[in-house]
């Protein structure tokens, strides 16, 4: 072995130790867990192994169908706005000369509210009796809406927070693949005489294709994993109508005490997840072989 080779393996030997110590191990143990049923006596965690039982259960549960389909629904329903609003206005913003830097600032400040701030104002401005989207439809004369009480509209609700706080991200993202497109090209479409929409279809979106695939499945991701809205505004409820695959994960684990089961649920999860970011890194190197 080269002195050059067996320097690189020692001075990534620490990083690599790091990586199976926070991510492998937990990992590992995880997956051990969702095979066994633990009880906790007298203070100390008995493990009976149960093999594949926990994932049988999985098909048969109401709650995580219910918290499925609710994830589903959310993660496309927002993901989808979050893109197309914060493509406008990353086109918008590219476009502006005068006040960049302020209007991009004020873009992305919903992204710097902590979660438990979003949770309190997005409630008050719900409140059934004294909340400001009430009040605004009082002045036209409508009555006031249950926002997070009524089952039809508990779920829609908890979008449009989700909208209001992570659409900056897809900004950020879009925009900096926007200013990276090279500017000869449109210059050269210009001169040609192509109009607007031309060069939005036939060559920004064809170019920003791989920012839009990462920036999509960056945001898929977290919208599966989103806990902190569902538990800050509805706690699930009404009924199963804001229930998702976290909070339901959090109910076995936290609040119903089976350990086993999930973590099984989480591994199912993880699965769906890595999944798709195989999914989105083909598609991507597909994109960048055919450009």
Not at 188 to 196: E, F, H, L, P, Q
Not at 206 to 220: E, G, K, N, S, Y
Not at 270 to 287: C, D, E, K, L, S
Request: glycine share 8%; proline share 4%; net charge neutral.
């Amino acid at each position: 072995m080269s002195a050059d080779r067996l320097w690189r393996y020692v001075t990534l030997s620490p990083a690599i130790l790091l990586f199976v110590a926070l991510t492998i191990l937990p990992l590992a143990n995880l997956l051990v867990l969702s095979l066994n049923d633990v009880e906790w006596l007298n203070r100390q965690a008995v493990w009976e192994w149960v093999g594949i039982e926990n994932y049988l259960k999985l098909p048969k549960d109401n709650l995580l169908r219910a918290g499925l389909l609710n994830t589903v629904i959310f993660a496309v329903a927002a993901v989808a706005l979050q893109m197309l609003i914060g493509f406008v206005l990353a086109l918008l913003s590219s476009q502006v000369t005068r006040g960049r830097s302020f209007y991009r600032t004020v873009f992305i400040l919903p992204i710097l509210v902590p979660g438990i701030i979003i949770g309190a104002i997005w409630k008050l401005m719900y409140s059934y009796d004294f909340g400001v989207l009430n009040q605004v439809l009082d002045v036209f004369g409508l009555g006031p809406v249950d926002w997070l009480g009524n089952p039809n509209l508990a779920l829609l609700s908890v979008i449009i927070v989700d909208v209001w706080h992570w659409t900056p991200f897809c900004f950020l993202l879009l925009l900096a693949g926007l200013e990276s497109l090279p500017d000869d090209i449109f210059e050269a479409a210009r001169i040609d005489g192509a109009t607007g929409w031309q060069i939005l279809r036939d060559i920004t979106l064809p170019l920003m294709m791989p920012a839009i695939i990462v920036t999509f499945v960056f945001r898929m991701i977290l919208a599966f994993k989103v806990f902190d809205e569902i538990y800050l505004l509805t706690g699930g409820g009404p009924g199963t109508s804001t229930e998702v695959i976290s909070f339901t994960i959090y109910r076995r684990f936290f609040t119903e005490d089976q350990t086993g089961y999930g973590a099984a649920m989480s591994i199912a999860v993880i699965a769906v997840i890595a999944a798709m970011i195989i999914f989105a890194t083909r598609a991507t190197a597909g994109r960048g072989g055919k450009a």
